[in-house]
């Protein structure tokens, strides 16, 4: 068997039971996009409850007084410079009343000398929101860093989460990992709803949700990736998006309507446990049983797709042993194997790199779309449902130019869109400038988003697929950790703080992004070996080109061996 028969050995299996078949429209529509959906609600809902309404001190003792509530706050709350450094009243402080609380009011007067912290609690604004998890616990003033850290920690558990899961999707299989990501988003979002007056608890149940956050969307997204056909990948990855679009627009839209944060975590959270109730179309990956030589199970889960897909074929294990390479199974250590050729450990850091930039700027962005003023659902909403059409001209770029040059351009474009945004982001009579040129950072963000993750799709092979996506997560959470911390600053400091950051960061990933391999119409590395190799013949300037590397002939050949078995697919069930 040449090394081209080889290589595609796998491929030619999965067309003769049917890679573009019912079996995996219903999978897709089922665990891409509606799972995903929920899935992304419960990754970003803590966004939301977390979000900080506007409030000042509450200063008792108006019913006292014939004053309206904003004669009252005119008279009891300072003025101080806020982050783009216009004068407005304070947050955080107050006058200290009990100096003339026993005089008649027109003889009140206060200096900067009479300034002190909130004494009585807080007033908020309950224009948009009955009850946020700050308001709930006043998170806010000298309390403020409390909610930054909550979504630092959850970047921990992302970390935590990716590192372990990542490699068990890969050592125990795809299928598995599902089901424990599903059991512990659960129980993490219904134990921070029961915790958050105990901050120290609520911190562990925050970071519990977050350890399989990446894994429930992996392990469907690997299963189909490693069941359709090549010229479905993108199509895939697409379909991923356009679930994760749905949910993260139609979430605040449900806070909106609830307006309480305990009935809004349920409500996006609870429906992720009805996908574990459904396992028909939750199979274990055929190509990695393969890839693990468990050929038993490979053939059942093969024959499971061939009747769904209503192919009249019937794999048995001998088939597969003939089939398939007759090769020792790879010694691979995990994520220690993504560095063990230079190639391949090159194309790592490089994704790395890719991840991490993009993570960290998609998500200071999604932070700082509730703390803009004004509607702060729709807010959300704009900003979220820009990413459909990103993801769309994502789409067609990759399958034209290829995925090297859409995720490298896109970062340009990001890049140099920030230079505008510092410039404007103090003026307040340009905040529809500033928005405009925000939306287009996050349309880029969201091509640069789908073009790395269908890069670290392909280029890493079967037995470390899981593995490698996990640790671009990893260090991509592990260096997000400071995004809270960035939008702290722009939110406390100067405005223009997070893009002079961001500007930097997309340019790194500019860079890193150009010097990738391409992967559009490139078969999937099945093993180290092949990854190991992975773009050594690429030219730097030149545009992907299709190569058909399936014939007509393997097909008929590879039937010719099913039909010399003679076993027919009656008897195949009953055993």
Not at 84 to 93: A, H, L, V, W, Y
Not at 299 to 307: D, V
Not at 313 to 335: A, D, Q, R, S, W
């Amino acid at each position: 068997m040449s090394e081209d028969h080889e290589d595609a050995a796998f491929d030619k299996i999965m067309e003769l039971v049917g890679n573009d078949g019912k079996f995996q429209r219903v999978f897709n529509n089922i665990y891409n996009v509606v799972l995903v959906s929920f899935a992304s609600m419960s990754f970003m809902n803590i966004v939301m409850v977390l979000n900080e309404p506007d409030h000042t001190c509450h200063v008792p003792g108006r019913e006292n007084f014939s004053m309206s509530v904003d004669e009252w706050m005119n008279l009891t709350i300072p003025m101080e410079q806020d982050n783009r450094g216009i004068m407005s009243k304070s947050q955080c402080k107050m006058y200290n009343i009990s100096l003339f609380e026993n005089l008649p009011i027109d003889q009140w007067s206060f200096n900067e000398n009479d300034i002190i912290s909130c004494q009585y609690g807080y007033d908020y604004n309950k224009t948009w929101y009955e009850r946020t998890t700050v308001s709930d616990q006043d998170w806010i003033c000298d309390k403020a860093l409390y909610q930054t850290n909550i979504f630092a920690w959850h970047r921990v558990g992302e970390v935590i989460g990716t590192f372990c899961f990542g490699q068990l999707g890969d050592t125990i299989g795809r299928r598995p990992v599902f089901y424990l990501s599903a059991l512990f988003i659960l129980l993490g979002r219904i134990m921070t709803t029961l915790t958050a007056s105990i901050y120290f608890i609520y911190v562990i149940a925050s970071i519990m949700s977050m350890l399989t956050s990446m894994s429930i969307f992996l392990s469907p997204l690997i299963i189909a990736m490693e069941t359709s056909k090549e010229e479905d990948r993108a199509k895939i990855a697409m379909l991923q998006c356009i679930g994760w679009t749905i949910g993260i627009s139609v979430m605040p839209l449900v806070f909106w309507a609830v307006r309480d944060w305990v009935w809004f975590l349920m409500i996006t959270t609870l429906p992720i446990g009805l996908f574990t109730l459904y396992p028909k179309y939750m199979i274990e990956s055929p190509r990695w049983l393969a890839t693990k030589r468990y050929l038993t199970r490979c053939a059942n889960e093969l024959n499971r797709i061939a009747k769904i897909n209503g192919k009249k074929i019937v794999v048995t294990e001998k088939m597969l042993v003939e089939m398939l390479p007759n090769e020792k199974v790879e010694e691979v250590y995990g994520i220690a194997s993504l560095f063990t050729g230079w190639r391949l450990a090159k194309n790592t850091i490089l994704i790395i790199i890719c991840w991490t930039n993009v993570s960290t700027t998609y998500y200071v962005l999604i932070l700082n779309s509730t703390r803009m003023g004004g509607n702060p659902f729709l807010s959300f909403l704009y900003q979220s449902a820009i990413e459909l059409p990103a993801f769309i001209v994502g789409r067609w770029m990759g399958d034209r130019i290829g995925r090297r040059f859409s995720n490298a351009l896109a970062f340009l474009g990001m890049s140099i869109a920030c230079i505008p945004a510092a410039i404007v982001a103090r003026d307040i009579e340009s905040e529809l400038t500033l928005t405009i040129i925000v939306v287009f950072i996050k349309f880029c963000t969201s091509i640069t988003f789908f073009a790395v993750n269908l890069q670290s799709m392909e280029i890493y092979p079967t037995c470390l697929r899981q593995s490698g996506i996990a640790v671009g997560s990893i260090v991509a959470n592990s260096l997000a950790v400071f995004g809270p911390y960035i939008v702290h600053l722009g939110t406390q400091y100067d405005v223009r703080y997070p893009y002079f950051v961001l500007g930097g960061l997309c340019f790194m990933g500019f860079c890193a992004a150009m010097f990738l391999p391409e992967t559009l119409h490139h078969k999937l590395p099945n093993t180290l070996h092949e990854a190991k190799k992975f773009g050594k013949e690429q030219k730097f300037w030149a545009l992907p080109k299709k190569s058909k590397h399936l014939k007509e002939e393997d097909l008929e050949s590879l039937q010719k061996l099913n039909n010399n078995n003679n076993i027919n697919f009656e008897n195949n069930q009953k055993a």
